[in-house]
Antibody, heavy 117, light 104 residues
């Protein structure tokens, strides 16, 4: 059974930092591009960042470029998102998801990040 | 940048009725890379359809997808109570804003 389990969410003040983690099991992690997708309260889905299998290629949405850093450790089947200079508009549930055939095949349960004074 | 426009924003239907959801791309896209997701409150999205018309694993056959180039459709042939949810289309890293299917 495929499982993606996020952790690290919480409440942080504007300008602060937070690091999200996602641990994968049930599939060959090292063979899949991995992504972070977020969803602000009551809103739709927004892709945040993507990292290819060997970390060779990394992409960010314009809204987070220069503030967020995605990374992965294939030996530990883990994906991370370092979020710096957080803003109120970054408040969202953050999902990790793999990508195969151009689609987001499997999703974690999500980690809530709240940016508020 | 490709924009995906979903319509209607909300669809009010009764169980047993047919639901037709539209996703329109701002420019022609390969149907190989058009997907649909279902999301229920408090849950992560779930992949329903990939490649515009292929059902994902364990998705009931009342869900079907069709379309090409700029116009794509998700059809739910007969709505079951568990089908009332929000549906998103996706291409590459872009999502539509979603269609909410609610009970009439």
């Amino acid at each position: 059974e495929v499982q993606l389990v996020e952790s690290g969410g919480g409440l942080v003040k504007p300008g602060g930092s937070l690091r999200l983690s996602c641990v994968a099991s049930g599939f060959t992690f090292s063979s899949h591009s991995m992504n972070w997708v977020r969803q602000a309260p009551g809103k739709g889905l927004e892709w945040v960042s993507s990292i290819t299998t060997s970390s060779r290629y990394i992409y960010y949405a314009d809204s987070v470029k220069g503030r967020f850093t995605i990374s992965r450790d294939n030996a530990k089947n883990s994906l991370s998102l370092q979020m710096d200079s957080l803003r109120a508009e970054d408040t969202a549930v953050y999902y990790c998801a793999n990508m195969a055939r151009g689609v987001f095949d499997f999703w974690g349960q999500g980690a809530l990040v709240t940016v508020s004074p | 940048e490709i924009v995906l426009t979903q319509s209607p924003g909300t669809l009010s239907l009764s169980p047993g009725e047919r639901a037709t959801l539209s996703c329109r791309a701002s420019q022609s896209i390969s149907s190989n890379y058009l997907a649909w997701y279902q999301q229920k409150p408090g849950q992560a999205p779930r992949l329903l359809i990939y490649g515009a018309s292929s059902r994902a694993t364990a998705i009931p056959d009342r869900f079907s997808g069709s379309g090409s180039e700029t116009d794509f459709t998700l059809t739910i042939s007969r709505l079951e109570p568990e089908d009332f949810a929000v549906y998103y289309c996706q291409h590459s890293w872009t999502f539509g804003l979603g269609t909410k299917v609610e009970i009439k």
